[in-house]
């Protein structure tokens, strides 16, 4: 699994993720919480085999080598 734009709180909210979490859990936001909380944890990009690489949409024009996704600051 890669980290999209979906799996960030202000997108989620915007397309309908938070209020189906309100729904399913009877108003009780703590679940979207903890989904929002685990999305920080997934990778934005991966490489398989050295040789292909593998993001969800893009990333930064300020990203120029593979070694600069190692330092951007997720949490």
């Known amino acids: 699994m890669i980290r999209g734009n979906h799996e960030t709180k202000k997108t989620n909210i915007e397309y309908g993720f938070y209020?189906?979490?309100?729904?399913?859990?009877?108003?009780?936001?703590?679940?979207?919480?903890?989904?929002?909380?685990?999305?920080?944890?997934?990778?934005?990009?991966?490489?398989?085999?050295?040789?292909?690489?593998?993001?969800?949409g893009g990333l930064s024009p300020q990203v120029e080598f593979l070694s600069d996704i190692g330092t951007i600051n997720r949490f």
């Open 19 to 56: 209020a189906e979490c309100q729904k399913k859990f009877r108003g009780n936001t703590d679940a979207w919480e903890y989904f929002n909380e685990m999305f920080d944890y997934l990778p934005i990009a991966a490489v398989i085999n050295d040789s292909i690489f593998c993001v969800h």
